[in-house]
């Protein structure tokens, strides 16, 4: 479930301003940070409203956009969940552009 958590925190920061706004502020000034410092952030945010996720789940979620943006995806299925869809098709890495997975 964590994971769907993580992913139902993205999908709602396309439409909700406040949450958009608290996940700016929490990555905000940390492009230079590893990754996994970045995640502990989010994690704070996503648990302030409620998503119970992991940094983990974060990472492998940005690492599975990234995949797939980069043709790099498991050409077995070479599909991505509805979910991820959403995200993508939201514009996922506009909102994630504080982490350097996106550009």
């Given at each position: 479930?964590s994971?769907?958590?993580?992913i139902?925190f993205?999908v709602n920061?396309n439409?909700?301003?406040?949450l958009?706004?608290?996940?700016?502020?929490a990555i905000?000034g940390?492009?230079?940070?590893?990754l996994m410092e970045?995640?502990?952030?989010?994690?704070q945010v996503?648990?302030?409203?409620?998503?119970d996720f992991t940094?983990?789940d974060?990472v492998?979620l940005l690492?599975?956009i990234?995949?797939?943006e980069?043709g790099?995806?498991?050409?077995?299925?070479g599909?991505?969940?509805?979910?991820?869809?959403e995200?993508?098709?939201?514009?996922?890495?506009?909102?994630i552009?504080?982490?350097?997975?996106c550009?």
């Open positions: 479930m994971k769907k958590a993580c139902e993205f920061i439409t909700n301003n406040t958009q706004q608290a996940y700016a502020n905000k940390k492009e230079d940070w590893e970045v995640a502990h952030s989010v994690v996503g648990t302030k409203y409620g998503y940094p983990q974060y492998e690492n599975e990234e995949k797939w980069n790099d995806g498991d050409e077995d299925d599909e991505l969940s509805d979910e991820i869809l995200l993508v098709a939201g514009g996922i890495c506009a909102i552009k504080g982490s350097k997975r550009s």
